[in-house]
């Protein structure tokens, strides 16, 4: 089983080196959705699931579906914290 980091919506990411073509450089992305084991690697002997993640590349506003293992974490979105609302 691979390791990579468990990705949410908001984070930023940019693309591993392994999918970028020689022509141009890295583009950048903000995670728009997130499914849990939904992108399946099959081997003849061992299928391995990982997270499926859609990406919005900033660089062209290109929308994309990836397994998360083809991404790299450059920034971790924050938790949101919990607002009171005054009702008066």
Do not use: C
């Amino acid at each position: 089983m691979s390791v990579y980091t468990s990705l949410k919506i908001g984070d930023i990411v940019t693309e591993s080196e392994l999918i970028v073509p020689a022509e141009r450089n890295r583009w950048n992305g903000l995670i728009i959705d997130v499914q849990r084991n939904a992108w399946v690697f099959s081997t003849m002997w061992h299928p391995e699931a990982q997270d499926k993640v859609t990406v919005l590349w900033l660089d062209t506003g290109i929308r994309e579906d990836l397994p998360a293992s083809v991404v790299v974490l450059i920034y971790r979105a924050k938790k949101e914290k919990a607002q009171e609302v005054d009702s008066e």
